[in-house]
């Protein structure tokens, strides 16, 4: 069963009427979750499904919780740089607070550029895969996000990551657009 499902929909032509190949659900307000993960060259880090806003608070747990093992998982001991948009929850006091205490370095990001930073292809990535999930309830949606999250594989990360220069160098010849 769909959430928010009106109830069948019929598209038809003359003479069709209710023929069994001419029903299709309808879900007018599909179920939706806000995620958070980690990339990096070595692959991915686990998933976060986040309940409610996030603000600097509620941030600093998915930090706390999921970034410090997905930087065991994907560094090791190395040392790396973490990188996030200007979101209020990332850039308010506490959370460089937070990121300073546990000796993380955050990559000085300007502002309004999401579409540089490749973790948003790979959420690219794991929509397209999603398309032909068609999940029905929360719970098969989330399972259909961790299914298409795990099949993200290090070599693609690797490949975006490895785009960074030539997208910077894009838009420094493009002066900014």
């Known amino acids: 069963m769909s959430f928010g499902n009106q109830g069948a929909r ?65 560094y090791g001991d190395e040392d790396f740089v973490f990188q996030h948009d200007l979101a209020p929850a990332h850039s308010a006091k506490t959370t460089g607070k937070w990121f300073t205490d546990h000796g993380i370095t955050v990559l000085n990001w300007p502002a309004n550029s999401p579409d540089l930073n490749p973790i948003e292809n790979l959420w690219d990535i794991v929509k397209r895969k999603l398309r032909d999930a068609r999940p029905n309830t929360l719970d098969e949606l989330k399972a259909a996000i961790e299914a298409s999250w795990a099949s993200i594989t290090p070599q693609q990360c690797h490949r975006l990551i490895a785009s960074m220069p030539r997208r910077i160098e894009a838009v420094i010849s493009a002066k900014g657009f």
Do not use: D
């Open 10 to 74: 019929v598209w038809r032509k003359t003479g069709e009427k209710e023929m069994t190949k001419c029903l299709k659900s309808s879900v007018k307000y599909p179920q939706s979750v806000m995620v958070w993960g980690a990339m990096s060259a070595a692959g991915v880090g686990p998933l976060c499904f986040i309940k409610g806003r996030v603000n600097a608070a509620s941030y600093q747990e998915i930090l706390e919780h999921f970034i410090l093992p997905s930087a065991e998982k994907l």
